[in-house]
């Protein structure tokens, strides 16, 4: 870590040193000051965070291989993690990266929930009391920023680091070094990100959609998001090219597409997504930043620049974002629902089926962003008719879960099953208000109101939030060894759900009713469903803490997890709580589908160790001393 | 399992979906209808409101079924029926949902078509936009003015120009919403910067800024005023000794 901040610090001054020397060779005013300007901070703003990931020991393997000289062979000693320091060193264990993404991410979630309470305070009265309009904008701007490229997006492949290559019997990720660059890059965003409230001007302040012109004509701060979003840009997309080359090679023997969990399915989509979509608003924040830094003319309409390419490139991006955040989700899930409802998926095909169908379908709707952008009208028809039709997909996933249900044997007491259950309520309903919103004659009354911002916080919050702690619930005794509290799990299921309601329900009412999105300040006739939302809002916050409390306390003193506490099927169940440093002593053979719940001496997979006692699934009197530890 | 239980399930979908839709049919959800375009978009939302109330029973009763029905008894160790799917089943979700889809989506067109259709007469205006002001011009009344004064029943044609950033134009009542976007003097572009509404209802209104455009967003409104012809002519007649600055009492008489 020492290393590492001096790396920072070096390579931030490298960089300084650089801009000045130029610019004072090419006998330029050494610091340009002007609003957007300031090369002598964004140039440090690259070269730090690379002088981090480099002092970290991102690139010492690849250096010393590119330069000729002797590698280290890996012992695999730094391999796992022994004390709570361990966390804050360069580890290649997909186990320790996928912990220190969720420690991060969790990080940034409290950060960006605290921007969101300071929104909520300020807008629990008409007028302005607490913050002055602009800073109300970046706050509203850094909790989005935050909550989105921070905490949904990598929280989900922490999630997925972790469990992934445990449930398709590979003993890491494909690519160990990258996998931890990834990581690393992470916090540079983050440090970006929050960095910008500390530079003249304030925080970025034109909304995480960061239209333009008003971002290139922003102060500082905006290209501290723009710079920002390169780095967890290229995170997700060195882990999504890293999460497909793991499940497309990595898979156990015998285990076949169609035999691989709705876990993997989903973040095999996911993948796809990301590595398409993602270079996509890369690419068009470095436009942004160049419009800005070096006076490009990509869209600033003074000069000429086309100002609604932005809203398209940044869309085709953040509309398949939107499945990004929902698809692993959607994955965590399926494995809940069947394990304590213990039944199969209904129509497991038709739900990998969904999830491709979903992929495909996202790359063809983004302009139902912009019915009302004054782009080329003739677009917003066949772009409506997409956007109904993803429901379809949709539609199947939720039918599915509930058929799943049926006929179950439906145990409650795990926080993870409520958090689930609670989960398809409230993301039906964030999808009913989809279809509406996809509607133009309606998306035109509707759009930029309160009524998107209850929309977004269904899809976001009841959706993908509630699936992160669904998620987290069921594989935290697999990945701490520990049982968390049940009780103050359903405590903090229990006032989640209800501060999320109160919070965004109201949001639709008065949207509609005129309330515009990114207001410091509204008409007195909203105030007391201002107020109602703020309290509601508190609530949502308070409970947060509660989990923190509970993991932590947990953690240190938990009871003991046994190696598959909620009986389940799939492979990372297989190994111990927590598992080994490497996974597995042997490479598991997969015999069946991942939820044979039911059928009676089916399993999953097997050890070799117990080869030989592999069960034949339609055969009902299988000897009892057969099926070994499988319930 | 057996038939009457999935006939009393259905009946209380149903049930379920009258009762919510009676309740959400009452609150006047979009607010004053101030435009001939108004009614068709509320009918829209209406309609919407009952399927979404259908497609919500289906599941919230499918659900607290199976919480209800299903729910383990305390040391049940046991798995449940094996079902890994019903062809059948799984087609009727996919058509079924895509037919009511498509159907939405060809209503939404209709009712586009009917709310862009232009008349014959219009009264062109031209919105201009800047941080954080509105300026609205009267070519044939050769008026300006920073108040939207407008005659009632009369289709507008309104052409917008931004001069710095994004603005939106929105007035809920009229349930029309356009961005403004700004181009360069002289730039061939494909920004489709007209709309047309007709406002119906006599009152007073506000135009809101919904379009992120700065510190000064949340207080860029404008007064917006629809009178009757007779009133309209009047605050023409009056506007006309003051063109060219924007008068500041022109409010007074709507």
């Not at chain 1, 009841?462 to 594989?475: D, E, K, M, N, Q």
């Not at chain 2, 994004?166 to 007209?194: C, M, Y």
Request: net charge negative; charged share 10%.
């Amino acid at each position: 870590m020492p290393r590492a901040l001096f790396g920072f610090l070096v390579g931030g001054a490298l960089g300084f040193g650089l801009v000045v020397a130029l610019r004072a060779i090419s006998g330029l005013e050494i610091f340009q000051t002007e609003q957007t300007g300031y090369p002598h901070l964004i140039v440090p703003g690259i070269t730090g965070p690379l002088g981090f990931l480099v002092g970290i020991g991102c690139f010492t393997y690849w250096f010393r291989w590119a330069g000729g000289a002797p590698t280290i062979p890996d012992d695999h000693s730094q391999h796992g993690a022994s004390s709570w320091k361990d966390y804050f060193r360069f580890n290649t264990d997909h186990k320790v990266i996928g912990i220190q993404y969720i420690c991060t991410t969790f990080f940034f979630f409290i950060v960006g929930g605290l921007a969101a309470m300071a929104v909520r305070a300020e807008l629990a009265q008409p007028g302005t009391q607490i913050v002055d309009p602009s800073f109300f904008n970046g706050l509203f701007s850094t909790h989005a920023a935050i909550m989105i490229f921070l905490f949904i997006i990598p929280v989900f492949a922490g999630i997925a680091n972790y469990v992934l290559p445990l449930m398709i019997g590979a003993p890491d990720m494909a690519f160990p070094r990258l996998n931890a660059l990834s990581f690393w890059m992470l916090p540079m965003a983050g440090v970006l990100f929050l960095a910008s409230y500390f530079v003249p001007g304030g925080a970025f302040d034109a909304g995480w959609t960061g239209y333009a012109p008003l971002s290139t004509g922003a102060p500082l701060g905006q290209s501290f998001f723009n710079l920002g979003v390169q780095f967890a840009g290229a995170s997700s997309i060195a882990t999504a090219l890293n999460f497909l080359v793991t499940i497309i090679t990595m898979r156990a023997p015998g285990m076949t597409f169609w035999r691989m969990p709705l876990l993997v399915w989903a973040n095999l989509s996911t993948s796809l997504l990301v590595v398409a979509a993602t270079p996509f608003i890369a690419g068009v924040q470095f436009m942004v930043l160049f419009d800005r830094a070096l006076n490009t003319n990509f869209f600033q309409a003074a000069t000429g620049g086309d100002v609604l390419s932005y809203q398209h490139i940044f869309w085709f991006y953040s509309h398949p974002a939107v499945y990004i955040m929902m698809l692993p989700g959607f994955g965590i899930i399926s494995e809940v629902l069947s394990t304590h409802a213990r039944k199969p998926i209904f129509g497991y095909r038709l739900m990998a089926l969904a999830l491709i169908g979903i992929v495909v379908l996202s790359y063809t709707v983004w302009a139902h962003h912009m019915f009302v952008s004054g782009m080329f009208s003739w677009l917003r028809v066949p772009m409506m008719i997409t956007t109904l039709l993803i429901a379809v997909p949709t539609g199947i996933k939720i039918f599915s879960w509930l058929a799943t249900l049926f006929d179950s044997v439906l145990h409650l007491k795990s926080t993870s099953m409520l958090f689930a259950l609670g989960f398809i309520v409230t993301f039906v309903v964030g999808g009913i208000s989809g279809v509406m919103l996809g509607m133009v004659p309606l998306d035109i009354h509707m759009s930029d109101t309160y009524f998107i911002v209850a929309h977004i916080h269904f899809v976001l919050f009841g959706g993908s939030v509630f699936t992160i702690f669904a998620g987290l619930y069921h594989w935290f005794p697999k990945m701490t060894g520990r049982m968390y509290d049940e009780r103050l799990g359903r405590m903090h299921f229990w006032l989640t759900l209800v501060g999320m309601l109160g919070t965004f329900v109201p949001m639709h009412w008065i949207g509609l009713q005129g309330m515009p999105r990114r207001v410091a300040d509204y008409s007195a006739q909203f105030g007391d469903w201002n107020l109602v939302i703020s309290i509601f809002s508190f609530v949502l916050g308070a409970a947060q803490l509660i989990f923190i409390y509970n993991v932590v306390v947990s953690w240190r003193w938990g009871p003991k997890a046994g190696d598959n506490p909620w009986r389940a099927k799939t492979i990372e169940w297989l190994v111990t709580s927590p598992p080994p440093v490497f996974n597995f002593d042997e490479i598991p053979r997969v015999v069946g589908g991942p939820y044979e719940f039911g059928v009676p001496g089916a399993r999953h997979a097997i050890m070799a160790g117990d080869e030989g006692h592999e069960a034949r699934p339609p055969e009902p009197a299988v000897a009892g001393t057969a099926s070994g530890s499988s319930p | 399992m057996n038939r009457g239980t999935y006939v009393r399930l259905f009946g209380l979908m149903i049930l379920l979906t009258v009762v919510m839709s009676v309740i959400m049919l009452i609150p006047d959800w979009n607010g004053i209808q101030g435009s001939a375009e108004a009614d068709n978009i509320d009918t829209l939302l209406d309609i919407m409101i009952v399927v979404s109330c259908f497609v919500f029973s289906v599941v919230v009763v499918m659900l607290g079924y199976c919480i209800h029905a299903f729910r383990a008894k305390p040391g049940d160790e046991s798995d449940g029926k094996p079902i890994h799917g019903n062809t059948k089943l799984e087609i009727a979700w996919t058509v079924i949902p895509t037919i009511i889809v498509l159907f939405g989506g060809a209503y939404s067109w209709i009712v586009l078509d009917d709310i862009e259709a232009e008349a014959a007469n219009q009264l062109p205006i031209e919105v201009t936009a800047q941080q954080f002001k509105w300026t609205f011009d009267y070519p044939e009344q050769d008026v300006t003015s920073d108040e939207l004064h407008v005659p009632v029943d009369v289709q507008l044609e309104v052409n917008l120009t931004a001069l710095d950033v994004l603005h939106s134009f929105w007035v809920p009542e009229w349930r029309i919403k356009r961005d403004l976007v700004p181009i360069a003097e002289g730039n061939p572009t494909d920004v489709d910067n007209q709309f047309v509404v007709t406002p119906n209802r006599v009152g007073t209104y506000s135009l809101i800024c919904t379009e992120l455009c700065g510190f000064g967003h949340s207080t860029m409104q404008a007064k917006v005023v629809v009178h009757t012809q007779e009133d309209f002519d009047a605050w023409v007649a009056e506007q006309e000794p003051a063109e060219g600055e924007p008068p500041v009492e022109a409010g007074g008489e709507s």
